[in-house]
Nanobody, 122 residues
């Protein structure tokens, strides 16, 4: 069982930045591809970004390209999501997810975190 814990969410003004972290313990995180997703109440969870288990491949949703950066530090068992130039429409609960594979771009991850709230004020 892999437990994922997100942190770093909060309240920020439009144009500001936040860095989310997704950490796990007790497992070799380097075996897992990781994705970030977000969800607004009443709407479906949507893809934000994904990173391969080695960290050498990343993919972003079109709306996040150029503003968000996903990265990982396997020595610290942590994946990050740096979010810059935040907009009110980025307000959501952000989730990380992991799947034991090289790279994964679907929605059927094996493990999910509990989410962290990001609120961007205008």
């Amino acid at each position: 069982q892999v437990q994922l814990v997100e942190s770093g969410g909060g309240l920020v003004q439009a144009g500001g930045s936040l860095r989310l972290s997704c950490a796990t313990s007790g497992r070799t995180f380097s075996s897992y591809a990781v994705g970030w997703f977000r969800q607004v109440p009443g709407k479906e969870r949507t893809f934000v970004a994904a990173i391969s288990r080695s960290g050498d491949s990343t993919v972003y949703a079109d709306s996040e390209k150029g503003r968000f950066t996903i990265s990982r530090d396997n020595a610290k068992n942590t994946v990050y999501l740096q979010m810059n130039a935040l907009k009110p429409e980025d307000t959501a609960v952000y989730y990380c997810a992991a799947k034991q594979t090289a790279m994964y771009l679907g929605m059927h991850y094996d493990y999910w975190g509990q989410g962290t709230q990001v609120t961007v004020s205008s």
